[in-house]
């Protein structure tokens, strides 16, 4: 949540050329949050303390500091979300570290892959609490990548969680990252990327529409997506009460085929909502290189996961199969699954030969006959809609902030 590091955000991507420059390096554009620009504040705002830290670590490589005894490198995916890796080369940015603070690298150490193993369990562990001397530690990683391990996830794949908030995950072997989402090293197969995109519209932005239009039944709102074709006759809508992050747009903006309108019919709205969400979904995910393949398959997971018409809807927008799982904490058993990976002999082992004897999520609805002509000549109309939205929301911020001569 933090946003105090605006200033280092803008000064980071005017060191190398700009927002989609840094993206193409480090796989996001400059973010708040991202441990660089909180180095580039605490060195700028206290850089005696700086000059005393000698070495900065992530909370997962801290974690397994603990463990070790010593110092425990980062590993590639984690140190993806850094705004400092080059996610290509898999080396810490020479330019990025010189934007942030200086002598940056050796505080650090030198990243490593995310199946490694960094070294065996200190002494302490064995003698308080009987761990065996031949324990050893691989590399931990960050939540999201550990997500991504525990579902599984294999090239072509995508996870959708339908919570609060819509996130993607998505297993990509040619990233191309943009100004929107991040790209991250993949924690399972070093050859590989991750990409996550976040959409903040997500399940309040539906029990909103369910309470609007399906009198606050989740039933009735089943029984609108079942009556309605697909496709929607045309009609799209977007739904944004509060500022989406991808993109950056908010209002409710409803389009027929013709025009756009004020209103839709109930069961026309509660397409328009789910078709739109969806859509936006699989148009963000090719922009930073995703490809739906013969054997890609949508894992969900979150509350809407539950819904089968929801997530027929899903299937027939991406023309994949959808299935579900039952695993809870995901990102604890994706550790556990990367340890054994790197156990039995890191990167040398596919992960699919590690899961292998997981159980397999369930088959939950697959795309209806003729879904992928309908979406196929819908997708580049919507994507033609919000970035007309997201013009006129960008020329009325520009026209808003613009100094006023006085009288």
């Known amino acids: 949540m933090d946003s105090s590091t605006t200033a280092q ?27 660089g620009n909180q180095i580039a504040k605490i060195y700028q705002q206290n850089p005696e303390a700086y000059s005393h830290t000698e070495r900065i670590s992530l909370v997962s490589s ?8 010593s110092y425990s490198p980062i590993d590639y995916s984690d140190g993806s979300g850094m705004n400092l890796l080059q996610i290509q080369d898999k080396v810490w940015s ?6 942030c603070a200086p002598h940056l690298e050796e505080k650090l150490g030198s990243p490593v892959p995310s ?65 929107e989402g991040h790209i991250f090293c993949n924690p399972v197969d070093a050859r590989h990327y991750m990409a996550l995109l976040c959409f903040k519209n997500g399940s309040l ?13 989740w039933s009735d ?56 969400q969806f859509m936006a979904k699989r148009i963000h995910a090719e922009a ?12 969900a997971t979150g509350g809407a996961s539950h819904n089968r018409d929801i997530l027929q809807v899903l299937a027939d927008v991406f023309g994949a199969p959808v299935y579900v799982t039952d695993t809870a904490n995901s990102a604890c058993v994706g550790s556990a699954y990367r340890a054994f990976q790197g156990l039995a002999a890191g990167t040398d082992v596919p992960f699919s030969e590690v899961v292998k004897l997981a159980p397999n999520p369930r088959l939950a609805a697959t795309p209806t006959a003729g879904a992928s002509q309908v979406y196929e000549a819908l997708l580049p109309r919507y994507a033609k809609l919000e970035q007309r939205i997201l013009s006129q929301i960008r020329g009325f911020r520009s026209e808003f902030l613009r100094p006023r001569h006085p009288c």
């Open 9 to 35: 955000c803008r000064q980071l991507e005017a060191a190398v050329g700009g927002a989609q420059a840094l993206s193409g390096l480090t796989g996001s554009r400059a973010y708040e949050r991202f441990t």
């Open 62 to 69: 801290f974690a397994a500091s603990l463990f070790l005894g």
């Open 94 to 99: 020479q330019v990025c570290l010189g934007a």
């Open 115 to 179: 199946c490694s193993v960094v070294g065996a369990i200190s002494s302490y562990y064995v003698q308080r609490y009987g761990f065996s001397p031949g324990c050893k530690v691989v590399a931990f990683t960050g939540d999201n990548p550990a997500s991504l391990a525990g579902m599984r996830l294999e090239e072509g794949d995508i996870a959708v969680s339908l919570g609060t908030s819509d996130t993607l995950f998505l297993w990509l072997r040619e990233p191309m990252p943009a100004l």
């Open 205 to 217: 932005m539906r029990e909103k529409i369910r309470d609007e239009s399906a009198s606050c039944s």
């Open 221 to 276: 709102f089943s029984e609108a997506l079942q009556s309605t074709e697909m496709g929607n006759g045309g009609n799209l809508g977007f739904y944004f009460d509060v500022m989406e992050i991808t993109p950056e747009i908010i209002g409710r903006h409803r389009f027929s085929a013709e025009n756009q309108v004020s209103a839709f019919p109930r069961a026309v709205e509660i397409r328009a909502l789910i078709e739109g």
């Open 288 to 299: 930073l290189g995703y490809r739906v393949m013969p054997k890609t398959k949508i894992l």
